[in-house]
């Protein structure tokens, strides 16, 4: 019964290609947020986001994009992925934005 | 722009001693400091958190201690088990409620 769940766990594309990250929160928690772990291993946010507010962080570039069907789901759009994108990405919730957050699995994307 | 640092990537101690996980921050805004624990190919999960106000929090076989003035806080584990071998992330958020600010981990090995 995972709290926080991501699909896919492993995505391997091409450079070029556009894709999506999904992810679901059974928690009931109103923010949601991405982060991208690089490799040099450092988590940092990439948006933050709840019904009112979305909180981008200004250096994501912008083929990156959150999109929330609803409270329990933020999906993470890439076009025109770059090598570069290649990393793991972590979707989180907390019940308000200055709640402890719970993490998902991770997605690692691999851009050959 | 690393505000949060972790400046040992590995730790190894003997089960049973005391681990030590230490982490410092640069930004005096922060007021809210937490610890994640991260196993291979899952996600953080929360461990324990202190706010400004205090200098110590304890939980179990956890405590973390804040000392403002070095802008510095640790983790202590008492006593060490294997299932404590884990990458650990100091993580630092600001009143605002802020993005938190991640370090980049401490992989800890207890050894039987």
């Known amino acids: 019964d995972t709290a926080v769940s991501q699909t896919p766990k492993y995505l391997v594309t091409q450079m070029g290609n556009d894709k999506s990250i999904k992810c679901e929160q059974n928690?009931?928690?109103?923010?949601m947020y991405w982060y991208k772990q690089d490799s040099k291993k450092f988590l940092k946010i990439m948006f933050s986001y709840n019904n009112k507010e979305l909180i981008i962080n200004e250096t994501v570039p912008n083929r990156f994009s959150p999109k929330s069907p609803d409270k329990a789901h933020l999906n993470l759009h890439i076009n025109s992925l770059e090598l570069g994108d290649s990393a793991v990405y972590f979707c989180a919730s907390s019940q308000t934005r200055s709640g402890t957050q719970y993490f998902g699995p991770g997605t690692r994307l691999l851009v050959l | 722009d690393q505000q949060v640092k972790q400046n040992s990537p590995s730790l190894s101690v003997q089960e049973g001693r005391i681990s030590i996980l230490n982490c410092d921050y640069t930004?005096?805004?922060?007021?809210?400091f937490l610890w994640y624990k991260k196993y291979p190919a899952e996600g953080p999960t929360f461990l324990i958190s202190i706010s400004s106000i205090k200098d110590k929090n304890e939980d179990g076989r956890f405590t973390v201690f804040l000392n403002k003035s070095a802008k510095h806080l640790s983790l202590h584990i008492v006593p060490s088990q294997p299932g404590d071998s884990a990458v650990y992330f100091c993580a630092a958020r600001g009143p605002n409620n802020n993005d938190m600010r991640f370090g980049a981990g401490t992989r800890l090995t207890v050894k039987p």
């Open positions: 930004n005096s805004m922060f007021d809210y």
């Open positions: 928690l009931g928690h109103d923010t």
